[in-house]
């Protein structure tokens, strides 16, 4: 792999960076956490707008092409910016099952709305705890006059207030997994809001006797699915890689900015030596995610690099925002300054798309197949 970038990937870099900057400083992000999606659903559909949303998506199913590459570095410039993860979830996530599982009428109107920012599906598929590949334990489908019902409790369901659709999991009674697409508003769905550590807001959905006819439901296995969340990690860590470099950069500049002892404390050898390892932590997420998304839109499904760069790229965002917040020293725990916003997501990210547990595991577990003594 060739890490220098081509000129059509800084331009969209640089444009990403400009755009963020402009559209969603981190007083806006305040705000999201006030407000809550009416704070931030102007600005997506303004990257529906521009196209952004279409990255990594193919021409022909109504994306803006490029590779996956294109959106792992797309999604830096949105980590930089402490961006809401709706991109991952609704686009990486629940857009691609559409775009490789879906049948050509569940993609028609569906896909192109999604693309534009003008609908989302909030895709709530995987194990509640984060840290199994099995499916949602809770939910369970069940045959009746040619339609499926189902039934069970979903936790923590991202962007659930302002979905049209959900992208559940359940499990039927011969033991086989399949994938549905349920109007929000339908009949025998419940939900109750909760605030994670971020401020971002979840729900807590219950389904009872929900009807969900056959054409709502997606071909393909499970298997198919988790390749696609195989992917959909590898945007999540560009995300962190994003995040983890902006954090590093503010602790650079308070480190110089900041007097003690007629000194900038950056002159000091114990702030160095803290900022230098954090560099070095920054450098390697960039360098295996970078790879990660490479390898996956040139070669395909690779299962190993896809948990090594969520893992990487989330141990890099947690210790580096935990550096930056040390060098700013008391400040750094205080709400008016927003290095803090950094190590709150931090926490955040290590259960977007599976716990950093899991990643491990499938790391070994890959490892083991290789041959390789671990």
């Not at 939900?191 to 971002?200: C, D, G, I, R, V």
């Not at 198919?224 to 902006?246: F, P, S, Y």
């Not at 927003?338 to 790391?363: G, M, S, W």
């Amino acid at each position: 792999m060739n890490f220098e970038l081509n000129d059509e990937q800084r331009m969209l870099t640089d444009s990403a960076r400009r755009f963020f900057e402009r559209e969603f400083p981190l007083k806006r992000l305040r705000e999201f956490e006030v407000r809550g999606w009416d704070a931030f659903l102007p600005v997506y559909q303004q990257m529906g707008e521009l196209g952004w949303l279409g990255i990594g998506v193919p021409e022909d199913a109504g994306g803006a092409g490029g590779s996956w590459l294109d959106l792992e570095l797309f999604a830096e410039e949105a980590g930089r910016a402490l961006v809401p993860t709706l991109q991952i979830t609704s686009i990486a996530l629940a857009g691609q099952a559409l775009v490789a599982m879906g049948t050509s009428a569940q993609r028609q109107h569906r896909l192109a709305e999604l693309l534009a920012g003008r609908r989302v599906i909030a895709p709530a598929l995987l194990n509640d705890s984060h840290a199994s590949r099995e499916p949602t334990s809770g939910l369970r489908a069940t045959a009746s006059d040619g339609r499926v019902v189902l039934d069970g409790k979903l936790r923590h369901v991202d962007a659930f207030a302002i979905a049209a659709e959900l992208l559940v999991a359940a499990r039927a009674d011969d033991g086989s997994v399949t994938l549905h697409l349920l109007d929000r508003s339908a009949d025998g769905i419940s939900a109750s809001e909760t605030t994670l550590t971020s401020l971002e807001r979840r729900h807590d959905v219950e389904l009872r006797g929900v009807a969900c006819s056959a054409d709502a439901t997606l071909p393909g296995d499970w298997g198919a699915w988790l390749r696609i969340a195989d992917g959909a990690k590898i945007i999540a860590a560009g995300w962190a890689v994003g995040a983890t470099r902006a954090a590093l950069e503010r602790a650079v500049a308070y480190a110089k900015e900041r007097y003690q002892f007629d000194r900038p404390i950056g002159s000091f050898q114990a702030v160095q030596h803290r900022l230098a390892d954090a560099a070095i932590l920054t450098e390697q997420a960039t360098a295996i995610t970078r790879f990660a998304a490479w390898q996956h839109g040139e070669h395909g499904h690779h299962d190993r690099e896809a948990a090594m760069a969520k893992l990487v790229a989330g141990r890099a965002m947690r210790l580096v925002s935990n550096a930056a917040v040390l060098t700013h020293g008391g400040y750094g725990f205080m709400e008016e300054f927003d290095i803090q916003l950094y190590v709150r997501r931090a926490k955040q990210y290590e259960y977007l798309i599976e716990d950093p547990t899991l990643q491990r595991e499938l790391i070994a577990a890959q490892d083991c197949e290789d041959g390789i003594r671990i």
